[in-house]
C-alpha cells in the first residue's frame, strides 16, 4: 500500500534559518503530492503541491520539488519565521484528489526568536 | 479554494452514546472524505462519502462503528457510535474539487469521550 514517511520534530529553529522537512513516499503509480500545515489553533491548510516528476510547489516562500528518481518531496524555506510555527504534513495522492490521501505523521516546526 | 463547514465543533461526550458529525461543503466539491486525527498524530483516512449509497470504508473502520451518510452533493454526516474514551480524537472532513487534484479540509470536529 502507499505510504508516507517524514521525519518526526519537533524541529527548532531560529528565525532566519533555513529550513528543510524530509519527505519520502511509496506508492504503487504516480501520485500527486501534498504537503499541509496546521496552525496553532487552526484547521489544516494546503501550502503547496506537485502532481508529476520534476514539478516544484511553492507559496509563502516554502518549496517542495517531486523527485520521481528519490520517491522525495521535501519541504524548503531559506529564512523561516516565527509565524512559520506550526505542524507540517506531507501527503500523497494515487487519484489525483479523487482519493483519500495518505498523510505523514506530520513534523512540529518551532521558530524561536 | 472550497469552503468547508462543519459542526459541531467540539463536544465532551459520556461512554456509550452517539454523536452525529455534519459537513456541508461548497458546489466545487465532487469527492467527500471523513478523517480522523487521534491526539499528536496524523489524520487518518475513515472512509470516502459516496453520495446516495454506502460509504466505502478504509481498512480498521466498519459502518457499524461509524455509519457515514451523503444524500446529496454538498452534504455529509459521520456518526460515532457507542462511543468509548478511545474514540476522543479530531474528526474531519474533506472534499475533493474537481479538476485541481486537491482536497480541502473543514476546521474539524474536537470529540472528548469520558
Known amino acids: 500500500g502507499n505510504s508516507v514517511t517524514q521525519m518526526e520534530g519537533p524541529v527548532t529553529l531560529s528565525e532566519?534559518?533555513?529550513l528543510t522537512?524530509?519527505?519520502t513516499y511509496t506508492a504503487t503509480g504516480y501520485?500527486?503530492?501534498f504537503w499541509y500545515v496546521q496552525y496553532p489553533g487552526e484547521g489544516l491548510q494546503l501550502l503547496l503541491k506537485a502532481t508529476k516528476a520534476d514539478d516544484k510547489g511553492s507559496n509563502k516562500g516554502f518549496e517542495a520539488t517531486y523527485r520521481k528518481?528519490?520517491?522525495s518531496f521535501h519541504l524548503e524555506k531559506g529564512s523561516v519565521q516565527v509565524s512559520d510555527s506550526a505542524v507540517y504534513f506531507c501527503a500523497l495522492s494515487e487519484k489525483r484528489g479523487a482519493d483519500g490521501l495518505t498523510f505523514g505523521k506530520g513534523t512540529h516546526l518551532i521558530i524561536q526568536p | 479554494s472550497a469552503v468547508i463547514s462543519q459542526k459541531p465543533s467540539r463536544d465532551?461526550?459520556?461512554?456509550?452514546t452517539s454523536l452525529t458529525i455534519q459537513c456541508q461543503v461548497d458546489s466545487q466539491v465532487t469527492m467527500m472524505f471523513?478523517?480522523?486525527q487521534q491526539p499528536g498524530q496524523s489524520l487518518t483516512l475513515i472512509a470516502t462519502a459516496n453520495q446516495g449509497s454506502e460509504a466505502t470504508y478504509e481498512s480498521g473502520f466498519v459502518i457499524d462503528k461509524f455509519p457515514i451518510s451523503r444524500p446529496n452533493l454538498t452534504f455529509s454526516t459521520l456518526t460515532v457510535s457507542n462511543m468509548s474514551p478511545e474514540d476522543s480524537s479530531i474528526?474531519?472532513?474533506s472534499g475533493g474539487v474537481r479538476h485541481t487534484d486537491t482536497q480541502?479540509?473543514?476546521p474539524g470536529t474536537r470529540l472528548t469521550v469520558l
Open chain 2, 91 to 93: 474528526y474531519l472532513c
Open chain 1, 69 to 71: 528518481e528519490t520517491t
Open chain 1, 31 to 33: 501520485p500527486s503530492l
Open chain 2, 104 to 106: 480541502y479540509f473543514g
Open chain 2, 12 to 16: 465532551i461526550c459520556q461512554r456509550g
Open chain 1, 21 to 23: 522537512i524530509n519527505c
Open chain 2, 34 to 36: 471523513w478523517y480522523r
Open chain 1, 16 to 18: 532566519e534559518a533555513f
